[in-house]
C-alpha cells in the first residue's frame, strides 16, 4: 500500500473531522495531492486538491469554505479538515497523488490511489 486514509467515521451534521492521508515506501512531496469522494450509486467526484508546496488549492463548490486541505511533507502526508459537515457530504473518501506538481479536478491526472476511509454523516 503507498497512501492510506484514515480519519473517517460517523459524525453529526455540523460536526468536523479531519481525514489525514499517509504514504508509504515512496515519497509525494513532488506530487500534488488530491481528495475525491464517492456516495452509493454516485460516481467519484473532486473535492480539494493542492500543490507540491500548498501554494495553490482547489476546491470543489459544494465544499468551498467548509473543507480545507493541506500537507505536512515531512510526514509525507496530506489532511482534509471537513468542518460543517453536511449529510450530502456522506461517502468514501480517497487521496491521490498527481502525475505532476499541482493539483487536478480531473481524475485522470492522478496515478495513485488510497484505499478509501468512509464518512458517515447524521441528521
Known amino acids: 500500500v503507498q497512501l492510506q486514509a484514515s480519519g473517517g467515521g460517523l459524525v453529526q451534521a455540523g460536526g468536523s473531522l479531519r481525514l489525514s492521508c499517509t504514504a508509504s515506501?515512496?515519497?509525494?512531496?513532488?506530487?500534488?495531492m488530491g481528495w475525491f469522494r464517492q456516495a452509493p450509486g454516485k460516481e467519484r467526484e473532486f473535492v480539494a486538491a493542492?500543490?507540491?508546496?500548498?501554494?495553490?488549492?482547489l476546491y470543489a463548490d459544494s465544499v468551498k469554505g467548509r473543507f480545507t486541505i493541506s500537507r505536512d511533507n515531512a510526514k509525507n502526508t496530506v489532511y482534509l479538515q471537513m468542518n460543517s459537515l453536511k449529510p450530502e457530504d456522506t461517502a468514501v473518501y480517497y487521496c491521490a497523488a498527481a502525475r505532476f506538481a499541482v493539483g487536478s479536478y480531473s481524475m485522470a491526472q492522478y496515478n495513485y490511489w488510497g484505499q478509501g476511509t468512509q464518512v458517515t454523516v447524521s441528521s
Open positions: 515506501r515512496r515519497t509525494f512531496s513532488n506530487n500534488g
Open positions: 493542492t500543490s507540491w508546496n500548498a501554494g495553490s488549492t
